[in-house]
């Protein structure tokens, strides 16, 4: 697990983050405590032009933090959101009418005995992004982008080499992802994801079809922007486009993160127990 600072400030940081991820995840958000360091934070400037590797490309390298402040700093709220929805509202994601019954079904509960962080998953594709709310770091050579989550201590390689998908990918938790470049923009094409990730922490599930596309930019030296396509016929009426989300430059080491001595599967099925007894109610 992350130092007791980190793991303080991640989880005051996800109450306030997380639930502006997608519109679908409720909307709360009231910081626990006051931060840990005492720290007050403030937005980066952008901090000069953006970084650029020696074929040109922007430089996408760098620990990044969700928000705008390079670090965690649950004391500024707005500056920690990865966007706000009253500047850039979002479409909430177009479930086929079988689907949005089924999410409108399952019990939080429910919810929660499939999330990621109950079963120790790794986030997927695009949850290594938005549904993450401890730093990443990008490591950029030439012909691939190599990506290193604190959560968990995930990782994934791109190739942006020029190199077509496999034909029939295996399944895996982060899909196949193959980068090319669009401008200043790294376009990374996934597909193949394992169908027990979601795309949010709210119950945004995806079947064996869904294809994503991210888009990496980096705007200037303090910051990098990330928005995600989504297609996933089988689960939604037409392709769904977030608006884009902000990261910031830090300047700390990612910490080792291994989720140990889970407890939380069991208590949430003994939950699911005492919800099951439950007469149901008179309508």
Not at 40 to 55: C, E, I, N, V
Not at 247 to 253: I, V
Not at 255 to 264: I, V
């Amino acid at each position: 697990m992350p130092s007791l600072l980190r793991l303080h400030a991640a989880l005051a940081c996800a109450l306030v983050v997380l639930p502006c991820l997608f519109l679908t995840s409720p909307a709360s958000g009231q910081a626990v405590g006051p931060p840990p360091n005492g720290s007050h934070l403030q937005p980066l400037p952008k901090g000069g032009p953006t970084p650029r590797s020696a074929d040109g490309h922007p430089d996408l390298s760098g620990i990044w933090f969700p928000g705008l402040t390079g670090g965690f700093d649950v004391s500024n709220p707005p500056a920690q959101r990865l966007f706000d929805p009253k500047l850039t509202p979002e479409e909430k994601p177009p479930f086929q009418p079988w689907a949005a019954a089924k999410l409108a079904a399952m019990s939080q509960v429910e919810i929660e005995l499939h999330r990621a962080s109950v079963n120790c998953l790794p986030r997927g594709v695009p949850g290594m992004f938005t549904a993450n709310p401890y730093p990443i770091q990008l490591v950029q050579t030439p012909g691939q982008l190599v990506q290193l989550d604190e959560l968990n201590n995930n990782w994934r390689v791109v190739p942006t080499d020029g190199r077509p998908h496999t034909k029939d990918p295996d399944p895996t938790f982060n899909g196949e992802g193959i980068g090319h470049w669009d401008g200043d923009t790294l376009v990374i094409d996934v597909i193949a994801m394992d169908d027990r990730s979601w795309n949010d922490i709210s119950g945004w599930f995806h079947s064996d079809q869904q294809h994503v596309v991210e888009r990496l930019s980096r705007p200037d030296f303090n910051h990098l922007d990330y928005q995600v396509i989504i297609d996933d016929p089988k689960v939604l009426t037409h392709p769904w486009t977030s608006v884009k989300r902000h990261w910031s430059l830090g300047h700390e080491a990612l910490e080792e993160y291994y989720c140990t001595n889970n407890q939380d599967v069991d208590q949430y099925n003994d939950l699911k127990k005492k919800e099951e007894a439950q007469p149901a109610p008179n309508h």
